[in-house]
């Protein structure tokens, strides 16, 4: 059973900072595209950053400058840096993974539960 949890979120106030982790667990042979995603109340749900098995990186435009996607592959864990938090990056935040179970499966998307952030004085 292929698992993602996140874990990092809270309540932060406005210039503040957090760090968001998301371990991926089960049966994986290998993962492939990372990322997380947030969805704020009233709001879909959006991209925030993603991260190629190489490195390759892209951020939506309102978090660049600030938050910083990385992961370590071989811990399976993707994490997101949050710097300089504004009222408005207060959400849900999801991580997702595609990977595959085994050399023959195909490649699938998993996501977590999701982590609330919220940044608030």
């Known amino acids: 059973q292929v698992q993602l949890v996140e874990s990092g979120g809270g309540l932060v106030p406005p210039g503040g900072s957090l760090r968001l982790s998301c371990a991926a667990s089960g049966n994986i042979f290998s993962i492939n595209n990372m990322g997380w995603y947030r969805q704020a109340p009233g709001k879909e749900r959006e991209l925030v950053a993603t991260?190629?098995?190489?490195?390759?990186?892209n951020y939506v435009d309102s978090v660049k400058g600030r938050f910083t996607i990385s992961r370590d592959n071989a811990f399976k864990t993707a994490y997101l840096q949050m710097n300089s938090l504004k009222p408005e990056d207060t959400a849900t935040y999801y991580c997702?993974?595609?990977?595959?179970?085994?050399?023959?499966?195909?490649?699938?998307?998993?996501w977590g539960k999701g982590i609330l952030v919220t940044v608030s004085s």
């Open positions: 991260i190629t098995r190489g490195g390759r990186i």
């Open positions: 997702n993974a595609f990977l595959q179970i085994s050399v023959s499966d195909s490649v699938t998307v998993y």
